[in-house]
């Protein structure tokens, strides 16, 4: 069972565009949830995290929307540069610290 | 601060031999670890979490005879893929909860080719 969803599978943006990543979970007592990305045979690296008291969390051109209602989250990537073509994985967990449930990813390419 | 490593990068072993990968938090101790396996264009798959001075946790599914995790200290936990066989060719990453911050922090993934 894929707790959770992530869309969509792939993204092309213009450099200087704005790309949104959208993810859904099923599971109430996640807690934490995190947004990582990952560069082709690397290992993925912590972006940003929210916690469910939190609407939204910005991090320099990384923001992060949190409705706990409608159990979605997205991460937003403003002003995108080639240099952001990764693939983008959310992850949530009942408590930060503890096994992770990642989405499928999202591969995102910046054209120039 | 909180960087993980592993060793070695990348694997290549004949069938039927065991390999082992080692997965170290350099600046940070780590009471637990976790083992993931990649495939390519996939997500990660978590296959066990390992506690210090415990066995292991394996998710469902997952061989426990056959991937052999041991968490020796609060900085090194080890993965040994035993007789191993094309199909357990694969990148393998380990992470670790910061114990103070919470997060995880991944290495960076060791690509292991069974011929």
């Known amino acids: 069972q894929q707790q959770v969803k992530q869309s969509p599978q792939s993204l092309i943006v213009q450099k200087g565009g704005i790309s949104i990543i959208n993810c859904a979970y099923e599971?109430?007592?996640?807690?934490?949830f995190p947004w990582y990305q990952q560069f082709p045979g690397k290992g993925p690296a912590l972006l940003i995290a929210?916690?469910?008291?939190?609407s939204e969390k910005k991090e320099g051109r990384f923001t992060i929307s949190f409705n706990k209602s409608a159990k979605q989250f997205s991460l937003h990537i403003m002003d995108s540069q080639p240099g952001d073509s990764a693939t983008y994985f959310c992850?949530?967990?009942?408590?930060?610290?503890?096994?992770?449930?990642f989405g499928g990813g999202t591969r995102v390419l910046v054209k120039p | 601060g909180a960087v993980v490593s592993q060793h070695p990068s990348w694997v290549i072993c004949k069938s039927g031999t065991s390999v082992k990968i080692e997965c170290r938090s350099l600046?940070?101790?780590?009471?637990?670890m976790f083992w993931y396996r990649q495939f390519p264009k996939q997500s990660l798959m978590l296959m066990a979490t390992?506690?210090?001075?415990?066995?292991?946790?394996?998710e469902q599914g997952v061989e426990k005879d056959k991937f052999l995790i041991n968490h020796a200290s609060l900085t090194l936990s080890t993965l040994t893929v035993t007789s191993a066989h094309p199909e357990d060719s694969s990148f393998y990453i380990c992470?670790?909860?910061?114990?103070?911050?919470?997060?995880?922090?991944f290495g960076p993934g060791t690509r292991l080719t069974v011929t």
């Open positions: 992470s670790a909860s910061h114990p103070t911050r919470g997060e995880q922090y």
């Open positions: 600046d940070f101790q780590a009471t637990t």
């Open positions: 929210i916690r469910p008291d939190v």
């Open positions: 390992s506690n210090e001075g415990s066995k292991a946790t394996y």
């Open positions: 599971n109430t007592a996640f807690d934490y």
């Open positions: 992850a949530a967990t009942v408590a930060a610290g503890n096994k992770l449930t």
